[in-house]
Every structure is written in C-alpha cells, then in structure tokens.
C-alpha cells in the first residue's frame, strides 16, 4: 500500500529553521500532489503548502508565506518543507499527504479533503 512518513521534526527556538521530509513509497509520486498539513490540539487540520501539478501553482497558508518553501524531489521520492524564522505558534503536528492527480479532479490541493493518502505526522516544537 502508498506510503508517506515524514521526518525532520523536533524542539527549536524562536527563529531556527527546520526541513521536514515526507518519504514516499509504493507509488509513482509523479502522479500525485503532495501537501503538507498541520495540526493543534482542539484545531481543525489546515493546510500549510502544497503544489498542483497542473499548473504548477502554489499554495502557502498566509502565515507562512516568505518563511516556508515546499520542494520535491521525485528521484528520491520526496518532498521536503522548508520552515525558516519558526516563530512559537508554528508548533504543530506535521503532516504530508497525497493525492492522485487525473483528469477532472479539479479541487485546490489545500483542502484536506482531497487527499487519499497520509503520514503519521512529526511534532514540531517552537520554544519562545
């Protein structure tokens, strides 16, 4: 079966930086969005950035835009998150999550709904 395990995670102060990884296996990544999620507890799963295959457009949640970067590297069947300047409230559980990509599946890539598949999650704590 598709698997996804992110990695990376941990205790940082105010201002570190951290790249979280989510490695793929069983499927051809190609054909699937990946987009990484985030959770608090008593919070709703929110989408944090992801990428479309269609039209290569990018989606980043406001709060992170000019701090975290997605990438992908398909050769080695993953796809990271580059989290600069984390600041305390970026403490969260981290998800990566895929979806297959195919004709007339049309919904944006930051909806958790839209996804099939998803890793157990890395903690990523933020100290002030």
């Known amino acids: 079966q598709v698997q996804l395990v992110e990695s990376g995670g941990g205790l940082v102060q105010s201002g570190s930086s951290l790249r979280l990884s989510c490695a793929a296996s069983?499927?051809?990544?190609?054909?699937?969005?990946i987009g990484w999620f985030r959770q608090t507890p008593g919070k709703k799963r929110e989408g944090v950035s992801c990428k479309h295959l269609s039209d290569g457009s990018i989606y980043y949640l406001e709060a992170v835009k000019g701090r975290f970067t997605i990438s992908r590297d398909n050769a080695k069947m993953t796809t990271y998150l580059q989290m600069n300047s984390l600041k305390p409230e970026d403490t969260a559980v981290y998800y990566c999550?895929?979806?297959?990509?195919?004709?007339?599946?049309?919904?944006?890539?930051?909806?958790?709904?839209?996804?099939?598949?998803w890793g157990q999650g890395t903690q990523v704590t933020v100290s002030s």
């Open positions: 999550a895929a979806r297959r990509v195919f004709p007339g599946r049309v919904g944006a890539c930051y909806w958790v709904s839209e996804y099939d598949f």
């Open positions: 069983r499927f051809n990544l190609d054909d699937y969005d």
